[in-house]
């Protein structure tokens, strides 16, 4: 009897023959496959040296940025920009020869650029970079000197390697004479490579806790998801991201307002303490002080203090020790904007530049309802970080800018510090004779990186270490200088706030003379840290003398200055100040820059009942400072979202549970904050009431 065979069997059959072949003789096969290899090589020779270069890029931007070994070869961010690059290079093949390497030479173009921006943006702000930040560009020139003195390095040109060396190979393609499948339009091999590239993309996610895809969505942790994603992959979705102001009304609005309604359904008012309504009816003077640091106040060198005034201030008023700003990318205007809201910096872009149409609950808002005139004074142009406009949403009655003062000097980016303090008195002179109350903010300017001008540093102040040192042959001491922290940025910086803190003493000189003080608080907070670098620190706390360099690592005076303690040194100082003295004192208790205005509000007499922070003299030891990044401090213990790991700071032991609480706070909060931006929420939710309250009269009618 004949046996029928199925089309299965024989498929199985050849399947069965191959595989002995292969076994049999597995050397033949696999140079079979060098062969097909080598061809593909040969024939797309342009195709893999766009995937190549680019990834190499993407290798380079991670080893020079995010520089612990495990982020060099993590198998999760190659996989993921050689898909990418395999998805975009596969639309080449739909291009003639000349079409072709023009394509593959643009994209590698803007590719490189991404990777020097994102290379640059780092050395600065130890994040990455956004599209949504493109608005700013055009205030570059301003800050020139900072730009090419503290962020362009000579690492960030080692990514022009992938065009010169893309350009060689499409040149020596181009004038090639031989024809190869390349030089003609493939539309198979396009959708073969498109199908290759989504697969290693699916492939990818596999890889993917909930924990990644939800930061992915959130964009919170640039430095996370750089490390998951890879570079191009984290700019795919910062495009998105980016253009989501425009288009929120279609998605997700009604899941953020269930969230934001949540939330705030337990909003409990914060209770009376001693500190109630102490300065209510006082004017208010906020000085936003230019990335003054913490660590500077108390600072001496050879005797002499780095800032008095300071340091007046902190012994004389309520002195915070333990502040932190809380900023993102948007740095001043982060700063400005979380400290008159109470809300956290927007996930992408800045609420100045891409939220400013929106309704915010502000201290100048709730000062005005009590009949306080507000204004702020800054020496540079009024369009810098959208000022101009953002500031009527905050609630700004004028705004004196640049073109309000007469520039008689110039340091660093603009109008010295002491000329733009001593004009603002004469204008605040003029507010106080013609309104009772008023709350005004001045801004600083020069202690702005890169911290000196081409007329060089801003002060004389001495950085250098001087030693009484003895003498055998003379018998006597004698005076030895060794150069310590002169001609480091960290030097120029303390030199620069040496002179930020003497205009402000006088500022507070010509209040005083001025009458100004009789019935006015003075509110000053540190806007951002100074982004000096970590091997600057390590110097200054391990000096050795004899080499004009660090300690050894096993030497007994050698102070390990980690990359922990380089985040906790970010602190700024916050002073509540008033010259009458009756209350002050150092508050050591952790806090942010969104409790400011519930602290305020309790001494002035004002409450937001939309506000993330609280007041730090009823929530004490308890309070927990949430950052952009998904990091969170409390009084015990630091902890670093994208290690996933924490530090502890006291001898407290720190429970898994704890952690966890303190993550799902800090989750929830970065959710319902940037909700609140993004969807406009507190204006809806103002406008549902209304409606609801209409219903009801209508009804009682």
Request: proline content about 3%; glycine content about 6%.
């Amino acid at each position: 009897m004949k046996k029928n065979i199925t089309n299965n069997e024989q498929n199985d059959d050849k399947f069965l023959h191959k595989l002995k072949k292969i076994i049999l003789n597995p050397g033949k096969y696999i140079l079979d496959l060098f062969k097909i290899i080598k061809k593909e090589a040969v024939e797309n020779f342009v195709f893999w040296a766009f995937i190549l270069l680019n990834l190499m890029n993407a290798f380079f931007l991670r080893m020079l940025t995010m520089n612990e070994p495990e982020n060099f070869f993590a198998f999760q961010p190659i996989l993921a920009d050689f898909a990418f690059l395999i998805i975009v290079g596969s639309f080449g093949c739909l291009f003639k020869k000349t079409g072709r390497l023009i394509y593959y030479f643009v994209i590698t173009i803007l590719l490189t650029a991404i990777c020097m921006i994102n290379s640059s943006y780092y050395t600065f702000y130890t994040s990455f970079s956004s599209i949504s930040l493109l608005s700013t560009i055009k205030f570059i020139g301003q800050v020139g000197d900072a730009v090419v003195d503290n962020v362009l390095k000579l690492k960030d040109f080692v990514y022009l390697f992938a065009p010169v060396i893309m350009l060689a190979v499409c040149i020596k393609k181009y004038r090639t004479k031989k024809v190869t499948r390349s030089d003609y339009k493939d539309r198979p091999r396009a959708l073969k490579m498109l199908t290759f590239g989504v697969g290693c993309a699916v492939v990818f996610a596999t890889t993917l806790t909930p924990t990644d895809i939800g930061r992915l969505v959130k964009q919170w942790n640039r430095e996370y998801i750089v490390m998951k994603y890879g570079i191009y992959t984290y700019h795919v979705n910062d495009l998105f991201k980016s253009i989501e102001p425009k288009i929120t009304s279609l998605f997700g609005y009604d899941e953020a307002m269930k969230t934001y309604k949540e939330y705030f359904a337990d909003y409990v008012p914060e209770k009376t303490n001693k500190y109630t309504g102490i300065y209510e009816g006082k004017n208010i003077i906020t000085i936003h002080a230019e990335s003054i640091q913490n660590f500077v106040i108390g600072l001496k060198f050879n005797g002499e203090e780095v800032t008095p005034n300071l340091n007046k201030l902190a012994q004389g008023g309520l002195y915070f020790d333990n502040f932190y700003s809380q900023v993102s990318t948007g740095t001043s205007s982060d700063s400005e904007f979380t400290f008159s809201t109470s809300l956290m910096p927007s996930n992408v872009g800045t609420a100045f530049g891409s939220y400013y149409d929106r309704t915010y609950v502000t201290t100048q808002k709730l000062l005005q309802e009590k009949g306080y005139y507000t204004f702020s004074m800054h020496g540079n142009t009024a369009d810098y970080w959208n000022r101009r406009i953002m500031y009527k949403a905050i609630g700004y009655d004028k705004f004196y800018s640049k073109v309000d003062y007469d520039i008689d000097e110039v340091k660093g980016l603009g109008i010295s510090d002491e000329s733009f303090f001593l004009q603002s008195v004469e204008k605040i002179k003029e507010i106080a004779s013609e309104y009772p109350n008023f709350y005004g903010t001045a801004i600083t300017l020069t202690n702005h990186t890169p911290f000196k001008d081409k007329n060089g540093v801003y002060s004389d102040f001495d950085v250098s270490l001087h030693e009484q040192v003895y003498n055998e042959e003379t018998k006597e001491y004698e005076e030895v200088t060794y150069p310590y922290l002169e001609n480091t940025k960290l030097g120029r910086y303390l030199k620069s706030v040496h002179y930020a803190d003497a205009a402000l003493g006088e500022f507070i000189q010509a209040l005083d003379e001025a009458g100004i003080l009789e019935n006015t608080v003075i509110v000053l907070y540190g806007d951002h840290d100074a982004r000096l670098p970590k091997e600057d620190y390590q110097k200054m706390y391990s000096y050795d003398k004899e080499t004009d360099g660090v300690l050894p690592e096993d030497d007994p005076n050698y102070v390990d200055f980690n990359s922990y303690q380089y985040e906790l040194n970010r602190k700024v100082p916050f002073i509540i100040w008033s010259k009458d003295g009756k209350y002050k004192g150092t508050i050591s208790n952790v806090m942010g820059m969104y409790d400011v205005q519930p602290t305020l509000g309790n001494m002035f007499g004002f409450t937001n009942k939309y506000a993330l922070g609280h007041d730090i003299f009823n929530i004490g030891s308890r309070n927990i400072v949430v950052f952009p990044t998904g990091n969170w401090v409390t009084n015990d213990v630091y902890y670093n979202s994208q290690k996933v790991e924490y530090m502890t700071l006291k001898d407290t032991v720190i429970t898994d549970e704890y952690i966890s609480e303190c993550n799902s706070y800090a989750d929830r909060l970065l959710n319902v904050s940037n909700s609140i931006i993004v969807y406009d929420l507190i204006k809806k939710s103002n406008e549902d009431q209304t409606d609801e309250s209409i219903v009801i009269e209508e009804g009682v009618k």
